[in-house]
């Protein structure tokens, strides 16, 4: 069965510092893969999306980027973090190009910047 | 242009009774794709049922329904016989047929079951 991992659960980091967080999908090939912002109490917005190998594309002019170095890792990224971009990062997969397929997602990762 | 609505931030449900959880959607495709996902405190999210709008028969999945009203364009997610795990915030989502990869959220419903 597939299955998907993101790290770390929580970070605080301050003004200025770089970022890094990771998502990996085990049991599928080729998926779709997905990051997704939320802030408090709001819904999702999406920040990247990615069909292929450094194939990213970004959805959203942010202080943020992406990165897919293999089929089944996703990396945001960031060289100086705002405290605009705290919030809660989700990564997702899906299916490859089936309307029908839903996004399943990791656990999040929630990031305050201080 | 706000593509999906969700006009209650609250609701609240006694335990073992039924609820329904509005979700409205704008879309000019004719081929979409409506979900509902729940986000428990966690914060992890769960796909819970999924609706075509080719699918002539709303779709089930145990305890949850959506009552899909093509003509309305709204995908109401019903959850029958309410349990305190159900309390939770719940996102009613759409995918469009030209962009398969922009799944868009609703704000969202906050879900509190009481015993």
């Known amino acids: 069965s597939q299955t998907i991992h993101q790290w770390p659960a929580t970070l605080v980091q301050p003004v200025g510092s770089p970022l890094s967080l990771e998502c990996t999908v085990e049991g599928t090939s080729n998926p779709n893969l997905y990051w997704y912002r939320q802030a408090a109490g709001r819904g999702l917005q999406l920040l990247f999306y990615?069909?292929?190998?450094?194939?990213i594309s970004s959805e959203v002019p942010q202080n943020l980027s992406a990165s897919r170095p293999q089929d089944r890792q996703f990396i945001l990224s960031s060289k100086k973090l705002l405290l605009s971009d705290s919030g809660f990062y989700l990564c997702a997969w899906s299916a490859t190009d089936r309307g029908r397929s839903p996004l399943h997602f990791g656990n999040g990762t929630r990031l305050t910047v201080t | 242009a706000q593509k999906i609505t969700q006009t209650q931030p609250g609701m609240f449900v006694q335990e073992k009774e039924a609820v329904t959880l509005d979700c409205t959607y704008d879309?000019?495709?004719?081929?979409?794709?409506l979900f509902w996902y729940k986000q428990p405190s966690s914060g992890e999210m769960i796909f819970l049922i999924y609706?075509?709008?080719?699918?002539?028969q709303n779709a089930t999945e145990g305890r949850y329904s959506l009552n899909f009203q093509k003509a309305r364009k709204s995908a109401n997610l019903v959850i029958s016989a309410s349990q305190l795990g159900d309390s939770a915030m719940y996102f009613c989502?759409?995918?469009?047929?030209?962009?398969?990869?922009?799944?868009?959220f609703g704000a969202g419903t906050r879900l509190t079951v009481k015993p």
């Open positions: 989502a759409m995918r469009e047929g030209g962009n398969l990869n922009d799944m868009r």
């Open positions: 609706q075509g709008s080719y699918d002539e």
């Open positions: 990615s069909i292929g190998i450094d194939q």
């Open positions: 879309t000019s495709d004719q081929s979409y794709g």
